[in-house]
Structures are given as C-alpha cells and as structure tokens.
C-alpha cells in the first residue's frame, strides 16, 4: 500500500483485493521456497535466477531506497538507491548469464541422461561410462549441503520444541497472568459471530462499537504501575495501529476516536494514504483562552466529528464557565464548513450534561462515562450507594454530590462513582450517548461492560482495545446489543 510510481497501481490493487492478495501470499510463499530449492539443488539453474531476480525486482521497486521516498518498510538498515533486494538480484542475473559448463549441479546430470544414448553410440564407450561417473560427483555436489541443512533445521527444531516444552511444563509453567512466555490464544477473525451493527447520528452511520484511541496513544489509566504506558507505547508501533485500524473495519467497526496531537496525525495520515475507511472523531483541548488549536487541527485533517475532551468540561463547569464551552460549539458550528460535522462534549462529571441540557447547548451528542462501579480499585461511591433513588424533584444532583471525579480517592481509572444518577438522568436527554470508560480501564470483562452500558441506556460504546481483544470486544457487542432490544432509555442514534 505504501507504493508509488512504477506498478503501483497493481500493487494497490493487490493490496485491496482480497481474494487475489490470498493468490499472491501463496504464490510468494510457494516462489521464494521453489526458487531456493532450485538454486541450492541446481535445478533449473537459469529459470530460477531469472524468477527470482523478477521477484527481487518486484520488492525492490514496490519500497526502493530512494531519497524523498515516504515508504517506512525498507529493511533493515538505511539505504541509499543500493539495498539487500538490488545486490541479490544483480547476482541472480549473474548467475543466469553464466556458460551452461560452469553450473555444478542437478541440470548436468539430467542433460547427460538425456544424452546417453548418443553418447553410448562413440567408439570409445568405456572411456565415456568412467567420465560419467566422475561427471556425476559434480552434479551432485549440492546434496551433501542439502543434507547438513536440513539436519541442522531438524536439530533446530528439536530444540526449540524442548525449549517450549521446558517452559510449559511443571514448576516452570507461565501464563497470561504471571508471565509474558507464553502465547496466549485469542478470538481470530474466523471466530468473527457477526458484523457490529450501526447507528446513526446527524447522517453518519456509526458503529454502536467505537474504537476508543487512548491505548494506542499509550494511556492505560494503570494507576501507580508506571511501566504500564511505556510498554504499551513500544507494543503499538505505527505498523500495530494500522494494524489494528484494519482488524476494526474487518469486524464492522467503522469510527475511531483518536486525539489531535503530532502522533495520531501522522499515524492518521499513514492510514489514509493506505485506504483506511474508519471515520474519524476528534477529541479536542480547549482552555478558557485559547479554543482553537485543536479544533482547526481536526477539521483540516478531516475529522467527521469533534468533541471536547471530559477533563475540560468537567473543569469549566465547575468553575461555572460554561460560557466557554458555548463558545466552542459555536466556533466548531461556524468553521466546520460542513453540516455533517458533529460536535459533542465528554464528561466524567454528569454535571456537564446537567448544564449543557439546561442552557440548550446545540450539540449532537454527549460522551459520559458510565460502568457499575463493581470492580475494587474502583473506589468509594459518592452518592449512588445502593437503595439510592432519584429526588422527587427530578433534580438529580444532590447538595453533597462532590462530582464524579473530584475528591481525595480520585486516582486515574476510577471515572463512574455515580452510575445510578447517570442512568436516571440520561433517561431524559434525547440525545444521542457515547459511553466511554464501560471496562474500568480494563477491570470489568467485556461482556460484563457492554450489556451493562448497552442495557442502561447508551447508543454506543467507545472502548480502547489491543488488536487481540477486537474480534472478542466485537462479539461480546453484539451479544449484548441483541439483548438490550427492551430497555428504558428509547435508542436516540
């Protein structure tokens, strides 16, 4: 995908064909072993430096070395015009202009069987059996290195099967939990139930699964374990996210929110560029002085939509500027230039949608966080301890209500104290709910979160995923979507 100039056309096409990318995976695969053979053995000698010299030249031309190229898999090390695929090939069509005398292999030995008979037929046949046999040492010179090659794969072999076995065995044994030896099987795309279903806002049809863009830019909510983020930052390199991206679209996922920095930008480009169809949901800084950056970012690299991210609303609003806040929604109304672009807010604090609904904000949806709580390093509930029932006033926020986050127990993945006040107040707001946070930074199963979420009232679920948790975070989705059919809150997207 990362192609250009010479074939690159039928390189894309290859790429965005999936049946003919199935054909030409095989064929690959098939070509460098029979190629290999053929030259180890001798076997076909100029057929097979002529294919793969033409193979060579296809990697070679598909990411060259050249200065200015934007292509990032170009082997190991930094190449000038000269690489690995260019010096193997100029070899390979060394070898295939060569004399036919000066190949040791198996090609003389089938060419001196085909010419036997005439051979037989000299007057100094004895002399010509001799120079056969000793012809043939030649052409079978290569035997002796198959054999010491392939004794070396077995023993290797060997050894690596000893070595997984000695670590899965006894006192030695390792698992997803106490250690990172073993690999641990998950949900594949051919254990895919079904495609996440869709709603819709504002025109946009939107995955009720959305994928949520915080793990991929290495925040994992992990409290004090301060490893946590750096080693997610190394695991999702470029390649993994768009890697990810991809097993999105493939399971029916189709909106990503991601953020507005220099990182996520330059992966969102990449993405592009490689045809990726995921829309995109911007989350937006904002301060009291400065609205803008942000927002002009996203617009122009073509957000579908745009929200303020929770931490800020939830400052405003407690500082009682909402006035801010308004101001951002007029200034994304007024330069989004598109009326299909969408404007939501995020909180953590339901008083955001508490305020937003009162003074008429015109925004299209509302992020909140919401999950049971249930999971012990969730912390103290504020007011929604069980047998909590709304006032009879239907006001919501009660005089000791401390907000969602705020408080000497915060610490950064415990964001819901007050389910039971969300699920009431959001019964009211004919607006459309992204809930975010619905597995407590991973606390809470899947299957738990999304019928939790699902069954309470939200129309969507954005959740940060691993590219190996997609296909099971997609099915759980659907489970619970197709058991959340009778619910409280009427579907508002």
């Not at 050249?66 to 260019?86: D, P």
């Not at 609904?357 to 509930?381: C, Q, V």
Request: aromatic share 10%; hydrophobic share 40%; glycine share 8%.
């Amino acid at each position: 995908m990362e192609s250009q100039g010479l074939f690159s056309g039928i390189f894309h096409w290859i790429a965005e064909t999936p049946d003919v990318l199935r054909v030409v995976d095989t064929l690959n695969v098939a070509g460098v072993i029979l190629i290999g053979l053929s030259l180890f053995l001798g076997l076909l000698t100029r057929i097979s430096a002529f294919t793969g010299a033409m193979l060579l030249f296809f990697y070679y031309i598909a990411n060259p070395p050249f200065i200015g190229y934007s292509g990032e898999a170009t082997g190991e090390g930094h190449y000038l015009i000269v690489n690995k695929q260019l010096i193997e090939m100029g070899l390979l069509l060394v070898i295939a202009f060569l004399p036919r005398n000066l190949f040791w292999g198996v090609d003389r030995w089938i060419m001196r069987i085909w010419r036997r008979r005439k051979d037989e037929k000299d007057a100094n046949h004895v002399a010509v059996v001799q120079s056969v046999r000793r012809e043939m040492l030649k052409d079978l010179i290569a035997l002796p290195f198959l054999g010491g090659f392939s004794w070396a794969l077995a023993n290797k072999r060997k050894w690596e099967s000893y070595e997984e076995l000695n670590l899965v065995s006894g006192k030695s044994r390792v698992d997803a939990i106490s250690g990172a030896t073993k690999m641990v099987e998950f949900a594949k795309l051919t254990e895919l139930k079904g495609k996440v279903p869709t709603g819709e806002i504002k025109g946009h049809k939107i995955s009720r699964l959305i994928f949520g863009g915080g793990i991929v830019s290495g925040y994992a909510h992990s409290r004090d374990l301060i490893y946590v983020s750096p080693l997610i930052q190394a695991y999702n390199n470029d390649e993994k996210v768009l890697e990810t991206f991809n097993l999105c679209e493939a399971v029916g996922i189709n909106t990503m929110v991601l953020r507005v920095d220099n990182n996520m930008l330059k992966i969102l480009k990449k993405y592009r560029k490689r045809r990726g169809t995921l829309q995109w949901i911007a989350q937006c800084r904002i301060t009291e002085e400065n609205i803008n950056p942000d927002i002009d970012a996203a617009i122009e690299n073509g957000a579908m939509g745009i929200y303020i991210q929770g931490m800020d609303c939830d400052r405003l609003v407690r500082d009682n500027k909402i006035g801010v806040l308004a101001r951002a929604v007029e200034y994304i109304r007024k330069h989004g230039q598109n009326d299909q672009l969408i404007c939501g807010f995020a909180a953590h604090d339901l008083r955001v949608v508490v305020e937003c609904e009162k003074h008429g904000l015109d925004l299209d949806f509302y992020m909140k966080t919401f999950n049971s709580a249930n999971y012990w390093t969730a912390g103290p509930r504020l007011v929604n301890e069980p047998g909590w029932k709304p006032d009879p006033t239907g006001n919501t926020i009660t005089p000791e209500y401390a907000g969602d986050i705020i408080g000497a127990d915060y610490h950064d993945n415990m964001w819901c104290n007050t389910p039971e006040q969300t699920k009431e107040f959001m019964k009211k707001v004919e607006k459309p709910w992204v809930a975010y946070k619905v597995l407590g930074a991973g606390a809470i199963p899947p299957s738990t979160g999304f019928k939790y979420a699902f069954g309470n009232g939200a129309d969507f679920a954005c959740v940060g995923m691993f590219d190996f948790q997609i296909v099971e975070n997609a099915n759980c989705a659907c489970e619970a979507l197709s058991e959340s059919s009778q619910r409280d809150r009427p579907w508002m997207a």
